[in-house]
């Protein structure tokens, strides 16, 4: 019941439709730059800020789940010896 007071869990955890929304920005701020329409790139930079931002929300990146000390290394990445 937590999980629902949290802004990530009414939000879609797929990666794709905030790659699309910030696609859309970019259509929209360069349409909006060809016809020099300034409110259409300001939709256009607004659709991609509200893109960039909610994704890190989506894949869960600002959690209160604290991993343990060292946790980094033993799942693998730079620091992981083989």
Known sequence: MADL?????????????YIAI????????????????????GVGIALIVLGALLLPFAAGI????K??????SVEGGFGAEE
């Open 22 to 41: 910030v696609a859309v920005g970019f259509v929209l701020g360069t349409c909006g730059h060809l016809f020099k329409l300034r409110w259409l790139v």
């Open 62 to 65: 600002p959690s209160d789940e």
């Open 5 to 17: 007071l949290l802004p990530s869990a009414a939000l879609p955890h797929s990666p794709g439709a």
């Open 67 to 72: 991993s343990p000390p060292g946790a980094e």
